[in-house]
């Protein structure tokens, strides 16, 4: 039996030689051309990065993303881009505003996955913003309720899982990490996750992150995704006492084992801790393990150190378990 398969939820942090160059390009002073080659170029120090540490699903790194909503909705058709809002703490963002019909009119994230699929032999995820969340961090200036919002911004989404299905992607993520915010939204939320990936083969997950997990448990084990992608250490793990004690976690889990908003560097056996943990609820060919979060926060000293200590872990749980694909 193979399991606990080694992942990235999605962002890691850019070296400040490229968060200088995009604050250059913002201000007219470097030519997009120029930006574009420090973004491939950082995309594959990442890549190279993963492929040495032995992750078993990698990720892109999204060096050329600034935010989650705002870099999707500037490629659409029928948004805008407002000025600054604060989104938490000190972060700010150029929130989206519907402004006509949706329609996507180039891929968004196509060209990345190609490229970072060319830099490595390891399945790249493919990995875009999920409906609700896209709505629920924009303005809606156009549609007339916020439900028709949410599934025109779901058909278009869908368009995009295609081509990434089509270009061989075999991992898909959905994040929708608004969806625990507002509970008594979840139900539009299935719906509309089930248009993104209608017909689609490859393995679909969604990363749900900071919310309240207590109201929409266990009904968003209806989300239509093979994996939910859940942060857990920051939280000492305490998800996984409320699923036990209310209903059985029927899906793949992915389960962050290392909390990216802290600079603290968890140890090796903290890390096995937190495993087993997760193995008491989900057995371990339903089992991913991954950060809690993109690790886009961190410097990149410490996310290198997280993700080492990560494939560190599992390697040795992996051993102990006499999992199939384990190395050594």
């Known amino acids: 039996m193979e399991g606990l398969w080694t992942t990235q939820v999605g962002s890691l942090p850019k070296p400040p030689a490229l968060a200088k160059a995009r604050t250059e390009f913002a201000r ?168 993104v990936v209608d017909g689609i083969e490859a393995t679909t997950g969604t990363h749900i992150c900071y919310g309240d997990f207590e109201a929409i448990y266990p009904k968003m084990l209806d989300i239509p995704v093979d994996v939910i992608d859940l942060e857990m250490a920051n939280s000492d793990f305490s998800l996984l006492d409320l699923f036990s004690s209310r209903a059985p976690f029927t899906k793949n889990l992915a389960m962050g084992v290392v909390d990216v908003h802290s600079h603290i560097v968890e140890n090796k056996e903290q890390v096995k801790a937190g495993i087993y943990k997760g193995l008491d609820v989900v057995p371990a060919d339903r089992l991913y393990i991954d950060p809690d979060c993109g690790l886009k926060t961190r410097s990149v000293d410490e996310a290198q150190a997280k993700l080492a200590v990560i494939v560190e872990a599992v390697g040795e749980v992996r051993q102990e378990l006499g999992l199939e694909n384990a190395q050594g």
Do not use: C
């Not at 190279?48 to 060096?63: A, K, R």
């Not at 805008?80 to 968004?108: D, H």
């Open 28 to 195: 007219g002073k470097l030519p997009q051309e120029d930006l574009e080659a420090m973004e491939r170029e950082y995309t594959k120090f990442w890549m190279d990065f993963q492929n040495e540490l032995g992750l078993d699903i990698v990720v892109d790194s999204e060096m050329y993303r600034g935010d989650m909503a705002t870099y999707f909705a500037e490629m659409m058709e029928g948004m805008e881009i407002s000025g600054l809002v604060r989104s938490y703490g000190n972060r700010y963002y150029r929130k989206p505003i519907a402004v006509g019909p949706l329609k996507r009119v180039k891929s968004f994230t196509l060209d990345w996955w190609h490229y970072a699929q060319s830099l490595t032999n390891k399945p790249v995820k493919g990995m875009i913003t999920g409906p609700y969340t896209m709505a629920e961090w924009s303005y809606n200036n156009y549609y007339d309720t916020q439900e028709e919002f949410v599934l025109a911004m779901a058909e278009v989404l869908h368009e995009e899982v295609v081509d990434l299905e089509k270009a061989g992607a075999k991992y898909i993520q959905i994040d929708e990490p608004a969806v625990s915010t507002r509970p008594e939204d979840l139900p539009l939320a299935i719906r509309a996750m089930a248009v």
